[in-house]
Every structure is written in structure tokens, then in C-alpha cells.
């Protein structure tokens, strides 16, 4: 059964007394606080790093939908092998396998090339985490693209086929506009996943909050503060997103 109006958001009002408590503590704690100082520096690097990851994700998945509904054999093949073989392997793996093998190989065939000469450590860190990033979610977003592209009603295409819209125009004004609507919720989700995925870049020594999280816990020892404190961050950069996503959502639907 479908519950009847709105509920009023009780789990946001419990989440944002909670938020504020905590917040209230760490702000009354000096080392909390100094905590919180130094994360605020790695959030402009989490920031950094899931906005360009899923920005590259977002083009590269939504080519790769449209190779899987495209006429060419080949074409569907690639895009199904790269999607299969990509969700296949766990991020972190391919996190590393990016930074210490693919990264090393692309300065080598850099050189091959007869380029001015790279070496492998002048290719920062940062950059081989946000292309695991991009390839590992590229992956996931192909099949969200996938499905929304596919879920738009057949006879409107034929429609706008059969009003002479060429086949840029049939996906700009009858496919995408309703696709969208579709794949809209599981792309916010996406995007709230690589925030907490993003993460994962800490291994490489990149500095962001986890990473100074690791190094602050292990220089004062204070763990409980400085976990806790890493925690409250990222939740609140995960709520505030949902909450924007969900009434984005809602306009979409509205308009």
C-alpha cells in the first residue's frame, strides 16, 4: 500500500537535532575542534575529486548506453565487455591497479611515443584515484542510462520518426526529456555513493577526509574524536545532497 500525502521528514528533525549535538560538542572540544579544522581542508579534495570523477562517469556511461542500443554488433559487444568487466572488479582494486600498473604503462607508452620524456611519479596521485573513480562508475551509470533510454514507450519514437525528426532530435525531444525523469533518482543515488566512495583515494595517500582523518588519529591517538568527527562530516555532506536531490526530484516531476 502507498501511503496517502507527504509524511512530515521526523527521521530529518532527529537527524538534524542529532547533527546539531554533535556539532555542539565538537565545537565545545579544543581537539575536536582542531579536528574539524584540518578535515575542512580535505573536503575541498573530496569535493574535487567526486565532481570531476562523475562528471567523466556521466559522459562516458551515457555513450556507452547508447552503443548498447545501437545497430552495431560491434558496438553493443564493446559496450556490454567494458560494463561486465568493469563492474567485475571491486573499486579499491581497480583503484590500485590504475595508480600502479595502468598509470606506470600509460608513461611508458608515453616515452614509446617519442614524447619529452614523463616519468611515472609526475603523474600525480590524485588524478590516477579520479580515473578509477570515472571508470569504475562509468560502468554502473551505463546501465542506469541504459535502462532509462529503454524504458521510453517505442510508438513515441516512431511518432517522431514519422514527423521527419532526425534521430538527434528524436533522442533531444521525445527520448531524453522522459529518460530523464526515469533515471534522475538512481543518478542521485550514484552520486551520494561516490562521495562516501570517494573515500577510497585515502590508500594512495591523497588528502582528503579520510586520509587526514588516518593521519591526525594516528598522530594525537585520539580516535574516538577524530573518527567520529570524520563521520559527522561526511554525513552531513551525504544528507544535505539527498535532501537537494530529493527536491530536485520533485520539481522534475512537478514541471
Not at 542529532?18 to 565545537?27: D, K, R, S
Not at 575541498?44 to 547508447?66: N, R
Not at 543518478?187 to 573515500?199: E, H, R, Y
Request: aromatic content about 12%; some cysteine; glycine content about 8%.
Amino acid at each position: 500500500m502507498t501511503p496517502r500525502g507527504r509524511d512530515f521528514p521526523y527521521w530529518l528533525v532527529a537527524a538534524g537535532l542529532i547533527g546539531a549535538a554533535m556539532f555542539a560538542a565538537v565545537l565545545g572540544d579544543p581537539a575536536s575542534r582542531g579536528v574539524l579544522v584540518t578535515l575542512m581542508q580535505g573536503v575541498k579534495t573530496t569535493v574535487f575529486v567526486t565532481l570531476v570523477s562523475y562528471t567523466m562517469a556521466c559522459a562516458l556511461g551515457l555513450a556507452l548506453a547508447l552503443m548498447a542500443g545501437s545497430g552495431s554488433i560491434v558496438l553493443r559487444q564493446i559496450s556490454r565487455f567494458y560494463v561486465e568487466v568493469m563492474r567485475g572488479i571491486p573499486i579499491l582494486v581497480l583503484l590500485l591497479y590504475v595508480a600502479f600498473v595502468l598509470a606506470p604503462a600509460l608513461v611508458a607508452g608515453w616515452n614509446a611515443l617519442g614524447l619529452p620524456e614523463a616519468r611515472t611519479r609526475d603523474f600525480p596521485l590524485l588524478w590516477r584515484a579520479i580515473i578509477a573513480l570515472f571508470l569504475a562508475y562509468s560502468a554502473f551509470l551505463a546501465e542506469v542510462f541504459r535502462a532509462g533510454l529503454q524504458s521510453v514507450d517505442q510508438g513515441q519514437i516512431e511518432a517522431g520518426r514519422a514527423l521527419g525528426l532526425s534521430r538527434w532530435h528524436r533522442f533531444r525531444f521525445v527520448v531524453w526529456p522522459q529518460a530523464f525523469r526515469t533515471i534522475l533518482p538512481p543518478l542521485g543515488n550514484d552520486f551520494v555513493a561516490m562521495v562516501k566512495d570517494s573515500s577510497l583515494v585515502s590508500v594512495l595517500g591523497v588528502a582528503d577526509i579520510t586520509q587526514l582523518g588516518k593521519v591526525l588519529a594516528a598522530g594525537n591517538f585520539r580516535y574516538f574524536e577524530t573518527y567520529n568527527v570524520v563521520a559527522l562530516v561526511y554525513l552531513t555532506m551525504t544528507i544535505t545532497l539527498s535532501i537537494v536531490l530529493r527536491r530536485f526530484e520533485r520539481g522534475q516531476r512537478r514541471g
